[in-house]
């Protein structure tokens, strides 16, 4: 006789990562679709061996189609109740996108989805499983998945462990307060998708008070952005226009690092303990070639001239600049050197002009060491 054969159901369901062993069944399943998409991520970043390297935008469809449905897969049966599962999916996320944009693992989260359009994954799959309750909401009461939710409710009111229970639950891990979220018998589909709405609102509002708090983010405070046939409006999440516009990889870069505040000027590199060497005040963080003004971007692009290597590129570019967009001229001699340069930046027509001399500026600071006090 032959050896006894394992059930096949134990081996399916080990095989699809379920588990009854674990706290959360489908503890293995997060475990596996976050490796998958660390994978899948990888490739894709390996591409450009081969293509050479590739726009934010360009990443952005790739990640979509190929990382982002691992990080969701199964989302709709396991709401997001417990954070130590999803934390996993969210790290790879994060990290593809701070490779995308060439960031450090210390840059701030926030203006990783404002600056690229991408929905927090916790929101994202949150979003989703909204989406197929609105389904099951529309289901007739005898089929299979409406009676499973039903008891699943059911369940829930009476305090007991249940698909609803973790999504009523989930509704309160978003990274941003939301209302309590009610699914009783009486839930239609009208109070879901406002609820949905909520969300998407709340999240917006989410994104615009974590630049704000942030001090490292100023260039980025009070940003409109263009609206056609309409005047300049607030909006908080899009593939932002120098990501999309500024074709060469190192000045994309270089413009992306000042208004993120990843570069290595001195009120940035100073701002962290470095080996023996202690953070130092940000009022002595100062310019290494004036050694009297803090070093800020604004600094460096507007204001200093104790480099003559430096005004020589400044005055170039100024020149070009306002040749380009006149309108410019009349600005910098009404806004301070910060709203000056902040409208440098907002400025669509010339912004790969103001990307490259953010590289070459940048270029000339860093061929220099940093003054340390």
């Known amino acids: 006789m032959g ?25 293995a399943h997060y475990k596996s679709k976050a490796q998958t998409a660390r994978f899948c991520g990888h490739r894709i970043m390996a591409i450009e061996g081969m293509t050479g390297r590739m726009t934010p935008n360009e ?57 690229t359009g991408i929905i927090p994954l916790r929101v994202r799959r949150f979003l989703l499983v909204l989406s197929h309750l609105i389904y ?91 609206q056609k046939d309409k005047p300049p409006a607030y909006v908080a999440s899009k593939m932002r226009h120098y990501l999309t516009m500024v074709k060469t990889q190192t000045h994309r870069e270089a413009l992306t690092s000042l208004l993120l505040s990843t570069h290595h000027l001195a009120l940035e590199v100073l701002r962290y303990a470095n080996h023996a060497h202690q953070p130092v005040a940000r009022s002595d963080r100062l310019c290494r070639f004036c050694k009297v003004e803090v070093e800020t971007p604004e600094h460096a692009l507007v204001t200093c001239t104790s480099s003559s290597d430096l005004t020589e590129l400044r ?24 709203e000056f340069l902040k409208s440098m ?19 000339l600071f860093y061929a220099v060491p940093v003054l340390r006090p």
């Open 59 to 115: 990443l952005k469809e790739l990640y979509m189609a190929r990382v982002d449905p691992h990080l969701t897969h199964g989302c709709e049966i396991s709401p997001d109740s417990d954070d130590v599962h999803v934390k996993q999916l969210s790290k790879v996320q994060l990290q593809f996108i701070r490779q995308m944009l060439n960031l450090h693992s210390r840059s701030a989260i926030a203006p990783l989805f404002t600056e």
């Open 345 to 363: 930046v907002y400025s669509r027509p010339t912004i790969a002009l103001v990307a490259k001399f953010a590289f070459n500026v940048l270029e």
């Open 3 to 27: 050896k006894p054969c394992s059930s096949p159901v134990g081996n399916n369901a080990r095989s699809k990562g379920y588990r009854t062993d674990t706290r959360n069944i489908l503890a």
């Open 315 to 338: 005055s170039a570019f100024l020149a070009k600049l306002f040749h380009d967009a006149p309108h410019l001229a009349n600005l910098m001699a009404q806004l301070s050197n910060t």
């Open 136 to 226: 099951f909401l529309g289901l007739a009461k005898e089929h299979f998945a409406r009676a499973a939710l039903d008891s699943s409710i059911e369940l829930s009111a009476r305090n007991k462990t249940s698909w609803a229970k973790d999504l009523i639950h989930a509704a309160t891990r978003l990274p941003f307060h939301c209302p309590a979220f009610v699914l009783t018998h009486s839930t239609s589909i009208e109070d879901v998708e406002d609820y949905g709405k909520t969300v998407k609102i709340l999240l917006q509002e989410w994104f615009q008070v974590s630049i704000n708090q942030n001090e490292k983010l100023y260039l980025l405070y009070g940003r409109l952005e263009p």
